[in-house]
């Protein structure tokens, strides 16, 4: 009875922290580009390859074993990383895109968005950020 | 500086996709298994394949390994090569693809060297599995013998608010192996012009080549009716006669469920070839890792026999065996039949996905030949 209780509240806690898995877009402090949920996914699907303002971008995606790509794919770019698989394979194989870099943890993209004006990336929003500029969507 | 190295941090941060920052190699592989239910026997008895499959397992024919690589020049020119072995070919690899690209800026890039013709929704993808929901594309519409451009292609991308649009005009010649023989397509001219908006895509294609067959049976029997006829022989030859590619594809797709079509019209000019028409309508859902999908498709490639009249103004004499070569070989290149597949797709993770199809083909020429085919398919994408 007691087990039961036990898994009970951890599948809850579990399921819970799914649910309240928030995604924090991040780019250079120096990036002063007003972006918006569309311009994210225009910029992550490849379909714009310079900020409003004309600069360069270094989109950084997490690796598609990470829970916080898959919640970014589902919530950013509405679909979910299978299809955005998918989308890429289409355009690489015709030589009209190359997908995001991928890094596989939260602290390399922070890393690589703090160094470079160029990057942006997206991190769990309980990560640590330091030297970044949060994107409100 | 700080650039260089972040390019390398990338570049080792990267996964396999990635070799060094300025090289970038990927590649997919198809494995598919295909057989029909039943032994394919045609009216005169003959043993006959469908799409290359018969009762016995086939797992050559729609599978296929390729290594795309592709390469920074400098800023502007980036070269790619893609090397294909396709199954059907004994697994020799070849240089599908082989052309280099020069963005002007942004939105407009010229291309050059050996490319996908534009001509459908999924040409540039057809080999790539992983990027359709099907085992493979829609025979009826993809089947056709031209696939591939040696020449230029412009690719003009933007947008206008949230319609985005691309056009593309390719310039060149084809080569390619059919039926036996050899068809070459000179002077070929395609424009290709696409806009999506949200869950909505459409395209429009049109092209025109001067298109030349040549197969050593046809071009014997062409040769005795020069004998009788050098003007009919002429007229049914397909050589250099001006070929037409008319194409219509529409999409809804909001990631839940979709539906799509594409429509096209192949003309031969003056010659033995009847005009084709082919159409594919498919509609599926996605429901978590599995995507079950329906699909009709249907080729009409039979039209009144042509060339009667000139048969008719032949001497008496000469009639027979003029009508033989002239109808027979009219007769011989019709196409009229229709596909109804049922499919699931099952993404077993974001590089591999598994495939089950079963397909029931209708030949509206001759019923014998009416068969089921199953294909199960495994792709990958790296």
């Not at chain 2, 599978?63 to 020119?77: M, P, R, T």
């Not at chain 2, 539906?259 to 159409?279: H, P």
Request: proline share 3%; with cysteine; net charge negative.
């Amino acid at each position: 009875m007691l087990f039961k209780k036990i898994t009970l509240c951890a599948a809850f806690l579990l399921t819970s922290s799914l649910a309240f898995a928030e995604l924090t877009v991040i780019v250079n402090p120096s990036n002063t580009n007003d972006l918006d949920a569309k311009k994210v996914q225009r910029l992550f699907l490849g379909k714009d390859k310079k900020f409003p303002d004309g600069s360069e971008v270094l989109a950084v995606n997490l690796t598609a074993d990470s829970s916080t790509r898959n919640n970014f794919d589902e919530k950013i770019l509405g679909r979910n990383s299978s299809q955005v698989s998918a989308y890429w394979s289409k355009l690489v194989f015709t030589g009209k895109g190359i997908p995001p870099k991928e890094v596989s943890s939260d602290a390399e993209v922070i890393d690589l968005v703090s160094k470079n004006p160029s990057v942006i990336g997206y991190v769990d929003s309980s990560s640590l950020i330091d030297g970044v500029k949060v994107i409100k969507l | 500086m700080k650039k260089l190295l972040l390019a390398s941090a990338i570049a080792a941060a990267c996964g396999p996709g990635f070799v060094s920052a300025d090289i970038r190699i990927n590649g997919f592989a198809n494995l598919t298994a295909g057989f029909t239910t039943s032994e394919n026997v045609d009216g005169a008895g003959n043993t006959t394949d469908l799409f290359g499959y018969d009762d016995n397992v086939d797992f050559s024919n729609g599978s296929l390994f390729a290594i795309q690589i592709s390469g920074d020049v400098n800023e502007k020119v980036t070269a790619t090569a893609q090397l294909l072995a396709r199954g059907e070919n004994d697994y020799e690899a070849d240089f599908e693809w082989a052309y280099l690209t020069y963005s002007v800026n942004d939105n407009f890039s010229v291309n050059a060297g050996r490319l996908r013709l534009p001509l459908f929704r999924y040409s540039a993808s057809s080999d790539v599995g992983y990027s359709f929901h099907w085992a493979q594309t829609p025979f009826s519409v993809y089947d056709v013998p031209f696939t591939n451009l040696d020449g230029l292609r412009l690719d003009y991308t933007n947008n206008i608010g949230d319609w985005d649009y691309t056009l593309q005009l390719g310039s060149g010649t084809y080569t390619s192996e059919i039926g036996g023989g050899v068809a070459d397509g000179e002077d070929v001219l395609l424009i290709t012009a696409e806009a999506t908006y949200e869950s909505f895509k459409a395209r429009l294609v049109y092209g025109q080549s001067n298109t030349t067959f040549t197969e050593p049976t046809t071009d014997a029997a062409f040769a005795q009716l020069a004998q009788i006829s050098p003007v009919l022989a002429d007229k049914i030859a397909l050589r250099d006669d001006s070929g037409t590619f008319t194409g219509l594809g529409l999409e809804y797709d909001n990631f839940t469920w979709f539906v799509s079509g594409e429509i096209t019209k192949v003309t031969g000019g003056e010659s033995f070839s009847a005009d084709d028409n082919a159409y594919f309508v498919t509609m599926g859902t996605r429901i978590g890792k599995f995507t079950p999908s329906i699909t009709y498709e249907a080729r009409d490639g039979v039209e009144d026999l042509k060339f009667l009249e000139d048969i008719a103004a032949l001497p008496a004499q000469f009639q027979p065996a003029a009508t033989q070569i002239v109808v027979g070989f009219q007769n011989f290149f019709y196409e009229d039949y229709a596909l109804t597949t049922v499919g699931l797709r099952y993404d077993l993770d974001s590089q591999v996905a598994l495939k089950f199809d079963v397909s029931s083909y209708e030949n509206k020429i001759q019923d014998a030949l009416d068969a089921t085919l199953v294909r199960i398919a495994v792709n990958y994408v790296f």
